[in-house]
């Protein structure tokens, strides 16, 4: 069963940076499609960063530009950096991992139900 730890989350200012660690055990990273979701208090958990089978990311919540995935399959590992952080990425982060078919990552790549492995989250707040 494969495991998922987030780390890296703290409280920073406005146009502060962040990186984000998920950590993979338990399986071979290089089995999962990889990604970063995350949920504000009140809101839907969304889809923030993901990582395709050839390494491809692709980035929603509108993110892109700021934020950057990637990946290192040696430290079994996930990273999140965030630059120019805003008071509306408060946020918790989760990393969440999908189970590749043939090699390829199916399912919407930033949809919520095609992600069957969790991590716990890691929580960032951003003050203004």
């Known amino acids: 069963q494969v495991r998922l730890v987030e780390s890296g989350g703290e409280s920073v200012q406005t146009g502060g940076s962040l990186r984000l660690s998920c950590v993979v055990s338990?399986?071979?990273?290089?089995?999962?499609?990889m990604a970063w979701f995350r949920q504000g208090l009140g809101k839907g958990r969304e889809g923030v960063a993901t990582?395709?089978?050839?390494?491809?990311?692709q980035y929603g919540g509108g993110v892109e530009g700021r934020f950057t995935i990637s990946q290192d399959d040696d430290q079994k590992a996930v990273y999140l950096e965030m630059n120019d952080l805003e008071p509306e990425d408060t946020a918790m982060y989760y990393c969440?991992?999908?189970?590749?078919?043939?090699?390829?990552?199916?399912?919407?790549?930033?949809?919520?139900?095609?992600?069957?492995?969790w991590g716990r989250g890691t929580q960032v707040t951003v003050s203004s």
């Open positions: 969440a991992a999908k189970k590749k078919v043939f090699g390829y990552c199916i399912g919407g790549h930033l949809t919520l139900s095609a992600y069957g492995y």
């Open positions: 338990g399986d071979t990273i290089t089995s999962y499609c």
């Open positions: 990582i395709g089978a050839d390494y491809t990311p």
